[in-house]
């Protein structure tokens, strides 16, 4: 009786065994034929895209502000409040980020030459979260906008008059990608 168990056994695993490998050369037929789809071919041969040079950036915002949108807006002096042109100003910008979804910018915040380093630092930087929050508002994604303060330290016109520092109490928009 301990023998036809066995026997039983052997032929049992036998079977496994020839089932196991069969399968394995199914699966290995299958991966050889998928390996050779010429569709999954052309995927690993595109390149990836091209990085985005300054000049590119450059191109895209004369583009955008021939259009009316990514124009600097101005504040007054001591104040990061938007002004209703400013506001104008951001709706043609929004309205140009949403034709341009792959588009991102960065809100940058700058000063007269008044005050402390430290301050206008702090004064660019409510300024350019101030037009940040209203582009988001008005529904620009929050991750498409980043923002950074120059304080003093990029004035547009060098001058030490108030002409020259109502044009430096500004922020200015400029894409970062456009992928």
Same mark, same amino acid.
């Given at each position: 009786?301990?023998? $036809? @168990? $066995? %026997? @039983?056994? +052997?032929i049992s695993i036998g079977l496994v065994l020839v089932l196991g490998l069969t399968s394995c050369s199914s699966r290995a037929k299958n991966l050889k034929t998928e390996n050779m789809n010429p569709a999954s071919e052309a995927v690993e041969e595109q390149a990836?895209?091209? +990085?985005?040079?300054? +000049?590119?950036l450059e191109a895209l915002k004369d583009k955008a502000q021939a259009e009316g949108a990514l124009l600097p807006i101005y504040f007054d002096f001591d104040k990061y409040n938007l002004k209703p042109g400013s506001e104008k100003t951001l709706d043609k910008t929004a309205a140009w980020l949403s034709k341009n979804s792959m588009v991102k910018i960065k809100v940058e915040g700058n000063c007269d030459e008044h005050g402390t380093m430290e301050y206008n630092v702090a004064l660019g930087d409510r300024r350019a979260n101030s037009? %940040?929050?209203y582009l988001i508002k008005i529904g620009v994604a929050a991750n498409r906008l980043e923002t950074i303060s120059w304080g003093k330290e990029k004035p547009l016109d060098p001058g030490h008059n108030e002409a020259a520092w109502a044009k430096n109490r500004r922020d200015d928009f400029n894409p970062t990608? +456009?992928?």
């Open positions: 009786m301990m023998r $036809i @168990g $066995i %026997k @039983g056994l +052997s990836p895209p091209e +990085s985005v040079t300054a +000049s590119d037009a %940040k929050e990608s +456009s992928q």
